[in-house]
């Protein structure tokens, strides 16, 4: 049974549309919901949340329905869950969303780097609930050494606790030093890191663009773990793809620091895709959850290409209308559409950073062409009836050197030239 709390100014839609996503979670989690329940208060009962009366019809419903579970759509304080579970039927389990996130992620985690974060995650969410989980928590025996009549089995099992979030803190510190390391390898290869709201189909895309073998499932946090795959985008460019944990309202404040790092592959890259779900009657909503965590880590403007995926679920009115508002590329990760327009959207982002110079070569100057294209900083290159562009790695003093800084233009796509040799300027504006 799902239980929704409506107060204050919050709208009765608002709420229904948080209830469908704790369903989906629930069914991601493998139960089958069986009812749902809304407590209207003008604010919450700090006692059990939606007040001990609301409870105890709960706890009747729970008996006809057969249902095993209570399952809170707001978190509840350690007090506050053992309240609730005092009223109820001692059979009935009560959890919160955040209990139903960690479950999932715990089911889903596969690596070690997951299982760690996972690991982390749920001992700090048990951490302030231990009282009342077991019945061995009396006061122990006193003797030589201890203090007074003893120690509580609870303080030893807080300190168990305690020493193991220590230990994996110190682990997640080691994998993190190892992924920079990867990061630092691959330094000289363009990232695109693909993020969005959970379920807006990031690993269909992934698999789509790179044609690949990635696993795609139409449930909530189907990936937890980085996967990066190499995807070229034409003119001789080649990026690395990078597929990252799904965002999510409520999100427990226990998963936001260990799961950070996942999300880090986002910070660092290139180009950031940031995937809509058009289709979804909330999309608005999760585009906002998707930008708020991307501003928290720093990655904001033109380093944001917006994807509105699912345009084969929708009219097409209503996908022009939603990619005029976030000015973003129409796909569809399921049929292919539109994947054409994206690759050379990110062909021209990805050229137009700022640690790469552009030239524009006629192809008489064959002693300049010769130059570019063996500098080996070359990163892509064009031919056309009368010139080539290539895109290099290099800053102006480079350019001098190999004496291309006279063909300097702005940008990918235009003829137009910076000024040529003793130039500074970079009329080029970078992510």
């Given at each position: 049974?799902?239980?929704?709390?409506?107060h204050?100014r919050a709208d009765?839609?608002g709420?229904?549309?948080?209830l469908?996503e704790?369903?989906?979670?629930m069914e991601?989690?493998?139960?089958?919901?069986?009812e749902?329940?809304?407590?209207?208060?003008?604010?919450?009962?700090?006692?059990t949340?939606?007040g001990?009366?609301?409870v105890?019809?709960?706890g009747t419903?729970?008996?006809?329905?057969?249902?095993?579970?209570?399952v809170f759509?707001?978190d509840l304080?350690?007090?506050q869950?053992?309240?609730?579970e005092a009223?109820?039927?001692e059979?009935v389990?009560?959890?919160?969303?955040?209990?139903?996130?960690?479950d999932i992620?715990?089911?889903?985690?596969?690596?070690r780097?997951?299982q760690?974060?996972?690991?982390?995650a749920?001992?700090?969410?048990?951490?302030?609930?231990?009282a009342?989980?077991w019945?061995?928590?009396?006061?122990q025996t006193g003797?030589i050494g201890t203090?007074?009549v003893?120690e509580?089995?609870?303080?030893i099992?807080?300190?168990?606790v305690?020493?193991?979030?220590t230990?994996?803190k110190r682990?997640?510190?080691?994998?993190?030093?190892t992924?920079?390391?990867?990061?630092?390898g691959?330094?000289g290869v363009?990232?695109?890191a693909?993020?969005g709201?959970?379920?807006a189909?990031k690993?269909?895309l992934?698999?789509r663009?790179?044609?690949?073998?990635v696993?795609?499932?139409?449930?909530l946090?189907?990936t937890?773990?980085?996967?990066?795959r190499?995807?070229?985008?034409?003119?001789?460019?080649?990026?690395?793809v990078?597929?990252?944990?799904?965002?999510?309202?409520?999100l427990?404040?226990?998963?936001?620091?260990p799961?950070?790092?996942?999300?880090?592959?986002?910070?660092?890259a290139?180009l950031?895709l940031?995937?809509?779900?058009?289709?979804h009657?909330?999309?608005?909503?999760q585009?906002?959850?998707?930008?708020?965590v991307?501003?928290d880590?720093?990655v904001?403007?033109?380093h944001?290409l917006?994807?509105?995926?699912?345009?084969?679920?929708m009219?097409?009115?209503?996908?022009?209308?939603?990619?005029?508002?976030?000015?973003?590329?129409?796909v569809?990760?399921m049929?292919?559409e539109?994947?054409?327009?994206?690759?050379?959207?990110?062909?021209?982002r990805l050229?137009?950073?700022g640690?790469?110079?552009l030239v524009?070569?006629?192809?008489?100057?064959?002693?300049?062409v010769?130059?570019a294209?063996t500098?080996?900083?070359m990163?892509?290159?064009?031919f056309?009836?009368?010139?080539?562009?290539?895109a290099?790695?290099a800053?102006?003093d480079?350019l001098r050197?190999?004496?291309l800084?006279?063909?300097?233009?702005?940008r990918?796509g235009?003829?137009?030239t910076s000024g040529?040799?003793g130039?500074d300027?970079?009329?080029?504006?970078?992510l």
């Amino acid at each position: 049974m799902l239980v929704g709390l409506l107060h204050g100014r919050a709208d009765r839609a608002g709420l229904e549309d948080h209830l469908d996503e704790l369903e989906r979670l629930m069914e991601t989690a493998g139960a089958r919901v069986v009812e749902r329940a809304v407590q209207e208060r003008d604010a919450p009962d700090p006692a059990t949340l939606v007040g001990r009366g609301f409870v105890e019809r709960l706890g009747t419903r729970c008996a006809e329905l057969g249902a095993t579970t209570v399952v809170f759509d707001d978190d509840l304080s350690p007090s506050q869950l053992r309240n609730v579970e005092a009223l109820l039927p001692e059979n009935v389990k009560v959890l919160d969303r955040a209990a139903v996130i960690l479950d999932i992620f715990a089911t889903h985690a596969r690596t070690r780097e997951a299982q760690t974060q996972v690991e982390l995650a749920q001992l700090s969410y048990l951490l302030p609930r231990l009282a009342g989980r077991w019945l061995h928590l009396s006061r122990q025996t006193g003797g030589i050494g201890t203090r007074g009549v003893g120690e509580k089995q609870i303080e030893i099992d807080r300190r168990l606790v305690s020493r193991r979030i220590t230990r994996l803190k110190r682990q997640l510190a080691q994998i993190e030093r190892t992924r920079r390391l990867r990061r630092k390898g691959r330094s000289g290869v363009p990232t695109v890191a693909l993020v969005g709201y959970t379920n807006a189909g990031k690993s269909s895309l992934l698999r789509r663009l790179t044609n690949t073998d990635v696993l795609v499932e139409d449930r909530l946090f189907a990936t937890l773990d980085p996967r990066a795959r190499q995807l070229e985008l034409g003119d001789g460019l080649v990026a690395v793809v990078t597929d990252t944990v799904g965002f999510i309202r409520k999100l427990p404040h226990e998963l936001v620091a260990p799961f950070r790092s996942t999300l880090e592959e986002a910070a660092s890259a290139d180009l950031v895709l940031h995937v809509v779900d058009g289709s979804h009657p909330s999309w608005e909503a999760q585009l906002e959850v998707g930008n708020a965590v991307l501003g928290d880590l720093g990655v904001t403007g033109e380093h944001v290409l917006v994807v509105v995926n699912k345009i084969d679920r929708m009219p097409r009115s209503r996908a022009d209308r939603v990619c005029r508002t976030v000015r973003g590329v129409p796909v569809s990760a399921m049929t292919g559409e539109g994947l054409d327009g994206l690759r050379n959207e990110m062909l021209e982002r990805l050229l137009e950073r700022g640690d790469l110079e552009l030239v524009r070569i006629p192809l008489e100057d064959s002693g300049a062409v010769h130059r570019a294209l063996t500098s080996g900083s070359m990163v892509a290159r064009r031919f056309g009836p009368e010139s080539v562009t290539v895109a290099l790695r290099a800053d102006l003093d480079r350019l001098r050197a190999l004496r291309l800084s006279e063909f300097r233009i702005d940008r990918w796509g235009t003829g137009e030239t910076s000024g040529g040799e003793g130039h500074d300027a970079d009329l080029r504006v970078p992510l």
